[in-house]
């Protein structure tokens, strides 16, 4: 029974993570489109790589987190967590010195720009996330 809750939890945040996953990919795009008819091409796939610096080093931690493990508990889910982090920080660090280093032109505030916005679409999917669970919580009490 137990083994089964846990199943459908670990299911459950991996669903939530691929939404949030592709929601970034969805607001990179639709943000490099309208940049790139406002500003042009160089904004548009500047704003582009900035999304994708955000993407891709999150995907690596949502990979690490609902990876099967030896460890099912609680102390290797942080350490699955702590490992992906670190993975998440250097490869954040490691895309944005590629870019600088070998994209030319580059425009600057546009790269950052699509970083910052796919970053905050992590934060409101986990947003909505608690809402719903908090709906569900009220639903399942009855209220």
Same mark, same amino acid.
């Given at each position: 029974m137990m083994a089964r809750a846990?199943?459908?939890?670990?299911? #459950? #945040?991996?669903?939530?993570?691929?939404?949030i996953l592709l929601g970034q990919l969805i607001v990179s795009a639709v943000l490099a489109m309208l940049f790139w008819g406002i500003s042009g091409r160089i904004a548009g796939y500047s704003v582009l790589l900035g999304g994708l610096t955000c993407v891709v080093p999150n995907a690596f931690l949502a990979l690490r987190l &609902?990876?099967?493990?030896?460890?099912?508990?609680?102390?290797?889910? &942080?350490?699955a967590a702590y490992i992906g982090e670190i993975g998440k920080?250097?490869?954040t660090v490691l895309m944005f #010195?590629? &870019?600088f280093t070998l994209v030319r032109p580059l425009a600057?505030?546009?790269?950052?720009?699509?970083f910052i916005a796919a970053t905050l679409v992590t934060f409101s999917g986990l947003l909505m996330r608690d809402r719903e669970d908090t709906r569900d919580e009220s639903k399942s009490d009855g209220g």
């Open positions: 846990e199943e459908l939890s670990t299911a #459950s #945040s991996g669903n939530t993570l691929a939404k &609902v990876a099967p493990r030896r460890d099912a508990g609680a102390r290797g889910l &942080v350490r920080i250097a490869l #010195s590629l &870019v600057v505030g546009a790269l950052f720009t699509g």
